[in-house]
């Protein structure tokens, strides 16, 4: 499909035998770097169960130390709104 100025868009179709393994290649030959996702090994200090939990609180802190200076700053300008323009 072409617009007015004569530019194509539309879907690309890409064949089935594209993989994974092929795509690290084409980047090189266009002068950049790539390699495949490898999964994170488990720790082996840890079980599945230790291991979220310990996720799941660095989230809780990580969402705390952006909810309570934002909750704060909203009751502020709240109750002081001659806060806002100063």
């Excluded at 909810?67 to 502020?76: C, E, G, H, R």
């Amino acid at each position: 499909m072409q617009d007015r100025d004569g530019h194509h868009h539309g879907l690309h179709a890409h064949p089935d035998a594209l993989t994974g393994e092929l795509v690290p290649g084409f980047l090189d030959a266009a002068g950049y770097s790539a390699g495949l996702a490898v999964p994170a090994s488990a720790d082996p200090g840890f079980t599945a169960d230790e291991a979220a939990v310990r996720r799941l609180r660095r989230r809780l802190i990580l969402a705390l130390v952006f909810f309570v200076p934002l909750t704060d700053l909203s009751i502020v300008l709240s109750v002081f709104p001659w806060s806002r323009y100063a």
